[in-house]
Protein backbone atom coordinates (compact mmCIF):
# COMPACT_ATOMS: atom_id res chain seq x y z
CA UNK A 1 0.00 0.00 0.00
CA UNK A 2 1.18 3.59 -1.01
CA UNK A 3 1.86 5.85 1.65
CA UNK A 4 0.11 9.11 1.49
CA UNK A 5 1.54 12.58 2.26
CA UNK A 6 -1.13 15.40 2.61
CA UNK A 7 0.19 18.69 1.65
CA UNK A 8 -1.75 22.12 2.87
CA UNK A 9 -2.45 25.23 0.39
CA UNK A 10 -3.17 28.11 1.72
CA UNK A 11 -3.80 31.13 0.06
CA UNK A 12 -0.46 32.64 -0.73
CA UNK A 13 1.16 29.36 -0.98
CA UNK A 14 4.07 29.35 -2.86
CA UNK A 15 5.38 25.89 -3.06
CA UNK A 16 2.35 23.17 -2.81
CA UNK A 17 2.91 21.96 -6.53
CA UNK A 18 6.79 21.68 -5.73
CA UNK A 19 6.31 19.73 -2.86
CA UNK A 20 3.85 17.05 -4.46
CA UNK A 21 6.49 16.43 -6.49
CA UNK A 22 9.28 15.85 -4.34
CA UNK A 23 6.79 13.51 -2.50
CA UNK A 24 5.99 11.55 -5.68
CA UNK A 25 9.71 11.78 -6.96
CA UNK A 26 10.16 9.86 -3.50
CA UNK A 27 7.92 7.30 -3.91
CA UNK A 28 4.85 8.23 -2.22
CA UNK A 29 1.48 9.19 -3.11
CA UNK A 30 0.94 13.45 -2.86
CA UNK A 31 -2.48 14.30 -1.97
CA UNK A 32 -3.87 17.83 -2.06
CA UNK A 33 -5.41 19.87 1.19
CA UNK A 34 -7.04 22.76 0.79
CA UNK A 35 -6.87 25.12 3.84
CA UNK A 36 -10.83 25.32 4.95
CA UNK A 37 -10.82 21.43 5.01
CA UNK A 38 -10.59 19.92 8.02
CA UNK A 39 -10.66 16.28 6.67
CA UNK A 40 -7.18 15.42 5.65
CA UNK A 41 -8.08 12.51 3.40
CA UNK A 42 -7.13 9.83 5.75
CA UNK A 43 -3.24 10.83 4.77
CA UNK A 44 -0.53 8.80 6.59
CA UNK A 45 1.43 12.18 7.02
CA UNK A 46 1.29 16.33 6.45
CA UNK A 47 3.43 19.08 4.90
CA UNK A 48 2.80 22.36 5.53
CA UNK A 49 4.65 24.06 2.69
CA UNK A 50 6.37 27.36 1.76
CA UNK A 51 5.18 30.66 0.67
CA UNK A 52 3.19 33.95 2.01
CA UNK A 53 0.34 32.77 3.46
CA UNK A 54 -2.07 35.34 3.58
CA UNK A 55 0.21 37.74 2.13
CA UNK A 56 2.25 36.83 5.87
CA UNK A 57 -0.26 40.03 7.14
CA UNK A 58 -0.03 40.52 11.02
CA UNK A 59 2.95 37.80 11.32
CA UNK A 60 4.13 35.16 9.26
CA UNK A 61 2.03 32.39 9.59
CA UNK A 62 -0.39 34.02 11.99
CA UNK A 63 -3.53 34.01 9.71
CA UNK A 64 -2.89 30.57 8.84
CA UNK A 65 -2.54 29.05 12.16
CA UNK A 66 -6.60 29.75 12.38
CA UNK A 67 -7.57 27.64 8.87
CA UNK A 68 -9.40 24.96 9.55
CA UNK A 69 -7.53 22.64 8.22
CA UNK A 70 -5.07 23.54 11.38
CA UNK A 71 -7.65 22.40 14.01
CA UNK A 72 -7.24 18.65 12.62
CA UNK A 73 -3.51 18.89 11.96
CA UNK A 74 -2.91 19.80 15.70
CA UNK A 75 -5.12 17.09 16.85
CA UNK A 76 -3.24 14.62 14.44
CA UNK A 77 0.12 15.74 15.52
CA UNK A 78 -0.46 15.59 18.78
CA UNK A 79 -1.25 11.90 18.22
CA UNK A 80 1.94 11.13 16.56
CA UNK A 81 0.76 12.12 12.55
CA UNK A 82 4.53 13.08 11.19
CA UNK A 83 4.01 16.66 10.31
CA UNK A 84 6.93 18.59 8.66
CA UNK A 85 6.58 22.56 8.02
CA UNK A 86 8.82 24.28 5.73
CA UNK A 87 10.16 27.60 5.66
CA UNK A 88 6.31 29.51 6.17
CA UNK A 89 4.94 25.93 7.44
CA UNK A 90 7.87 26.34 9.71
CA UNK A 91 6.36 29.65 11.07
CA UNK A 92 2.65 28.23 10.75
CA UNK A 93 4.00 25.20 13.10
CA UNK A 94 5.44 27.95 15.60
CA UNK A 95 2.21 29.76 15.53
CA UNK A 96 0.60 26.54 16.24
CA UNK A 97 3.03 25.63 18.84
CA UNK A 98 3.14 22.44 17.81
CA UNK A 99 7.08 23.65 18.06
CA UNK A 100 8.47 26.19 20.36
CA UNK A 101 9.80 29.85 19.40
CA UNK A 102 9.13 31.87 17.00
CA UNK A 103 10.22 33.81 13.38
CA UNK A 104 10.99 37.27 12.97
CA UNK A 105 12.03 39.42 9.86
CA UNK A 106 15.75 38.47 8.84
CA UNK A 107 18.27 40.55 10.73
CA UNK A 108 19.78 42.74 7.37
CA UNK A 109 15.84 43.39 6.53
CA UNK A 110 16.03 41.85 3.48
CA UNK A 111 14.92 38.89 1.44
CA UNK A 112 17.40 36.47 1.20
CA UNK A 113 17.14 33.38 -1.68
CA UNK A 114 20.94 31.12 -1.49
CA UNK A 115 22.09 27.83 -1.73
CA UNK A 116 22.46 27.44 2.20
CA UNK A 117 25.22 24.69 3.71
CA UNK A 118 23.47 23.20 6.65
CA UNK A 119 24.84 20.34 9.07
CA UNK A 120 22.49 17.48 10.20
CA UNK A 121 21.91 17.39 14.09
CA UNK A 122 19.40 14.95 14.68
CA UNK A 123 18.69 12.17 12.60
CA UNK A 124 17.00 10.73 14.54
CA UNK A 125 12.92 12.06 13.34
CA UNK A 126 10.28 10.80 11.04
CA UNK A 127 12.02 13.21 8.53
CA UNK A 128 15.15 13.06 8.71
CA UNK A 129 16.31 9.63 9.28
CA UNK A 130 17.96 8.95 5.94
CA UNK A 131 20.76 11.53 6.75
CA UNK A 132 23.84 10.47 9.37
CA UNK A 133 24.02 12.82 12.24
CA UNK A 134 26.99 15.61 11.34
CA UNK A 135 26.30 15.39 7.83
CA UNK A 136 26.71 18.56 5.67
CA UNK A 137 24.24 19.39 3.07
CA UNK A 138 23.02 21.81 1.05
CA UNK A 139 19.56 23.12 0.52
CA UNK A 140 17.88 25.96 -0.74
CA UNK A 141 17.06 28.82 1.55
CA UNK A 142 14.55 32.01 0.64
CA UNK A 143 13.04 33.95 2.84
CA UNK A 144 11.81 37.31 4.64
CA UNK A 145 10.98 36.15 8.11
CA UNK A 146 13.43 33.46 8.91
CA UNK A 147 15.39 34.29 12.00
CA UNK A 148 14.22 31.89 14.55
CA UNK A 149 14.31 33.24 17.79
CA UNK A 150 13.30 31.38 21.67
CA UNK A 151 13.87 32.70 25.37
CA UNK A 152 16.96 31.03 26.62
CA UNK A 153 15.21 28.63 28.62
CA UNK A 154 13.88 27.07 25.40
CA UNK A 155 16.90 27.18 23.42
CA UNK A 156 18.57 25.36 26.65
CA UNK A 157 16.00 22.44 26.46
CA UNK A 158 16.30 22.29 22.67
CA UNK A 159 20.08 21.97 22.97
CA UNK A 160 19.99 19.64 25.73
CA UNK A 161 17.11 17.43 24.34
CA UNK A 162 19.09 17.07 21.38
CA UNK A 163 15.85 19.08 19.89
CA UNK A 164 17.91 20.69 16.75
CA UNK A 165 17.30 19.19 13.91
CA UNK A 166 19.59 21.46 11.69
CA UNK A 167 22.14 24.18 11.72
CA UNK A 168 23.32 26.97 9.40
CA UNK A 169 27.04 26.55 8.58
CA UNK A 170 29.54 28.95 6.94
CA UNK A 171 27.41 32.15 7.15
CA UNK A 172 24.17 32.45 9.22
CA UNK A 173 21.83 34.05 6.69
CA UNK A 174 18.90 36.03 8.82
CA UNK A 175 20.25 35.80 12.60
CA UNK A 176 18.47 33.16 13.89
CA UNK A 177 19.84 32.13 17.45
CA UNK A 178 22.19 29.71 18.02
CA UNK A 179 22.65 29.09 14.32
CA UNK A 180 19.61 26.82 14.25
CA UNK A 181 17.75 25.86 10.71
CA UNK A 182 15.32 23.44 11.81
CA UNK A 183 14.13 21.82 15.16
CA UNK A 184 11.81 18.77 16.25
CA UNK A 185 9.32 18.03 19.01
CA UNK A 186 10.44 16.14 22.03
CA UNK A 187 8.84 13.02 20.25
CA UNK A 188 10.26 13.55 16.60
CA UNK A 189 7.02 13.32 14.30
CA UNK A 190 7.03 17.14 14.26
CA UNK A 191 9.67 18.74 12.04
CA UNK A 192 10.61 22.38 11.06
CA UNK A 193 12.89 24.41 9.15
CA UNK A 194 13.71 26.72 7.30
CA UNK A 195 15.23 25.78 3.95
CA UNK A 196 13.16 23.89 0.75
CA UNK A 197 14.46 20.82 0.69
CA UNK A 198 11.37 20.41 -1.97
CA UNK A 199 13.67 22.37 -3.98
CA UNK A 200 16.46 19.57 -4.03
CA UNK A 201 15.46 16.18 -4.94
CA UNK A 202 16.14 16.12 -9.01
CA UNK A 203 19.84 16.77 -10.40
CA UNK A 204 18.27 18.11 -13.40
CA UNK A 205 16.59 21.20 -11.95
CA UNK A 206 17.45 23.61 -9.18
CA UNK A 207 20.50 23.77 -7.64
CA UNK A 208 21.45 20.53 -9.39
CA UNK A 209 21.92 18.73 -5.78
CA UNK A 210 19.67 16.06 -4.23
CA UNK A 211 20.38 16.60 -0.95
CA UNK A 212 16.46 17.43 -0.27
CA UNK A 213 15.06 14.15 -0.82
CA UNK A 214 16.10 12.07 1.73
CA UNK A 215 13.30 14.27 3.92
CA UNK A 216 10.61 12.54 1.73
CA UNK A 217 12.77 9.16 1.71
CA UNK A 218 12.83 9.31 5.61
CA UNK A 219 8.89 9.87 6.27
CA UNK A 220 8.53 6.84 2.96
CA UNK A 221 10.30 4.20 5.45
CA UNK A 222 8.96 5.62 8.31
CA UNK A 223 5.32 5.56 7.11
CA UNK A 224 5.93 1.55 5.34
CA UNK A 225 7.87 -0.13 8.50
CA UNK A 226 5.39 1.51 10.88
Known amino acids: MTARIGVVTFPGS ?8 AIRVAGAEPVALWHKDKDLKQVDAVVLCGGFSYGDYLRAGAIARFSPVMDTVIDQARAGMPVLGICNGFQILTEAHLLPGGMLGNDHL ?3 CRDQKLRVENADTAWTADYTAGQKIHIPLKNMDGRYVADRRTLDELEAEGRVAFRYLDVNPNGSLNDIAGITNAEGNVVGLMPHPEHAVESL ?6 DGLPFFTSILKKLVTA
Not at 14 to 21: A, C, G, Q, S, V
Not at 205 to 210: A, E, F, N, P, Q
Open 110 to 112: HFI
Open 205 to 210: IGTGRT
Open 14 to 21: LDDRDTRR
